[in-house]
């Protein structure tokens, strides 16, 4: 009996010893992307969660600029010697007046006589000067050059002219930004992490975004501390994801980290609820011209959370967000402009609004006009198609999905729905809000990190 149990107990011991063997954690097993077969790439750690669904990541060792830290008179040392690369960096000093008087004409010489070796850094710059007076055609013919020497900046500009030239093709773009990331250039972490999250590279991976994100915020890129913040603010199931997040704010000062640290006070995440902060923060931002704190902050002082109700001074924010575009901005003129709350009072005006804010995307707006779409008014004849289309639409610009179900459901439920016709207003509608937001996924912004913008910058 006494050895029957002792091999029980031995039997046990054994069980959970490989239980315990089999769900510890993957030392080093990493994500994403494998690139160890190109020279120059080493193994580095990223991620602290392992990942059994994904391949090992061997990420890229980081570009740096040849001769960047090279002293002006060191420069000049190897100019003598004609060496492309000293002729590419000295110029890119010259155009920008950096450590050097500015000399336009000198450091464009220079950047054709160092391209006419073939030097992928002079290329790249030739391209910089033709995107930034919009000669898209030409830009894209230096950084095609530049693209075919394996130069990692070409392949984020080549991305650049993708999507802020006439093309405007997303999908191009991310495919560029993500042979510059993985070749080590720095600034297109942050937006390979973009192109995992939004579904630029096949379905939608959240732990690939987040490799991204971290490997740019460990090198200290801004975008990709910000667009790791916002990983926890809306994508991470973290315990501690607010508290995360804030720390990243503060490390990334800018209008829309203060947007988002205003959001996490107002909201109680991550810190007590303070509303004081939160209009500290947002004002801060709105005073740079962000137009998300500009309507957050005007919300504030409309509502008279901070006191007295101030619906002059809020309007003058909202005014300055709605002339950026900013659909919930319109919507809210809207509502004063219907009650005549610090404006004369205009129902016929106002409806103007909701249909102009509609049309950049504020879901109260397309569910204000789908309830009218709905149940007709005067001037507007009964239409239950358009609201079926235009309460879906708000649904996939923020509006609350639980409200808008609502509504859709007993519509699809009472067989009155004609869902071709449905289909094709939506494509109309959401065609305008295409053209007035560039938002070809129609969903509000919600604190994303802005995307680096059209402007060049010397590579």
Not at 9 to 33: D, K, W
Not at 53 to 59: D, I, K, Q, S
Not at 71 to 91: N, R, S, Y
Not at 298 to 319: C, I, V
Request: charged share 20%.
């Amino acid at each position: 009996m006494l050895r029957r149990i002792v091999l029980y107990g031995f039997a046990l011991a054994v069980i959970a010893l490989l239980v315990a063997y089999v769900t510890q954690p993957i030392r080093g097993y990493v994500g994403p992307v494998r690139i160890a077969d190109q020279p120059g790439f080493g193994p580095v750690l990223v991620s602290p969660h392992p990942s059994p669904t994904h391949e090992p990541f061997v990420a890229p060792t980081p570009f740096v600029h040849p001769l960047q830290s090279k002293t002006v008179a060191e420069l000049q040392a190897l100019l003598q010697a004609h060496d492309p690369e000293a002729q590419c960096e000295m110029a890119k000093r010259l155009l920008k007046g950096d450590g050097v008087d500015q000399d336009w004409q000198n450091g464009k010489l220079l950047l054709q006589v160092a391209a006419r070796q073939n030097n992928p850094c002079a290329l790249t710059n030739l391209g910089n000067l033709s995107y930034d007076v919009d000669d898209y055609e030409t830009a894209s013919t230096y950084y095609h050059k530049a693209a075919d020497l394996d130069y990692p900046v070409a392949f984020y500009d080549l991305g650049q002219v993708a999507r802020y030239g006439p093309a405007h093709d997303e999908d191009e773009a991310f495919k560029q930004y993500f042979e510059a990331a993985k070749r080590g250039y720095v600034p297109a972490y942050y937006l390979a992490g973009t192109g995992y999250i939004t579904g630029r590279y096949g379905a939608v991976d959240k732990w690939l975004a987040f490799q991204w994100y971290q490997l740019g915020a460990d090198a200290d890129d801004q975008n990709a501390i910000k667009g790791l913040a916002w990983y926890y603010i809306y994508q991470s199931d973290e315990a501690d994801r607010y508290q995360k997040a804030m720390v990243l704010l503060w490390k990334a000062p800018c209008a829309c980290s203060d947007y988002e640290i205003g959001r996490l006070y107002l909201k109680g995440l991550g810190v007590a609820p303070d509303v004081h902060q939160a209009a500290f923060y947002f004002k801060r931002a709105a005073d740079k011209g962000d137009y998300p704190s500009e309507t957050a902050y005007a919300d504030l002082l409309r509502s008279g959370k901070l006191g007295a109700s101030q619906p002059e001074l809020a309007l003058r924010y909202y005014r300055d967000a709605a002339d950026q575009g900013d659909g919930a901005a319109m919507d809210a003129i809207a509502q004063m402009t219907e009650r005549g709350i610090g404006t004369q009072r205009d129902p016929a005006l106002a409806h103007q609004m909701y249909v102009e804010a509609a049309a950049h995307c504020s879901g109260d707006a397309l569910f204000r006009l789908a309830k009218i779409s709905l149940n007709g008014s005067a001037k507007h004849p009964k239409d239950v198609d358009e609201a079926y289309a235009l309460a879906e639409t708000s649904i996939m610009c923020g509006y609350d999905p639980n409200a808008g179900s609502a509504l859709l459901k007993p519509l699809a439920e009472s067989g009155r729905v004609n869902f071709d016709r449905v289909r094709q207003i939506q494509q109309q509608i959401q065609a305008k809000i295409h053209d007035n937001t560039g938002n070809p996924n129609f969903a509000p912004a919600t604190g994303m990190p802005s995307n680096l913008t059209g402007q060049k910058t010397s590579s």
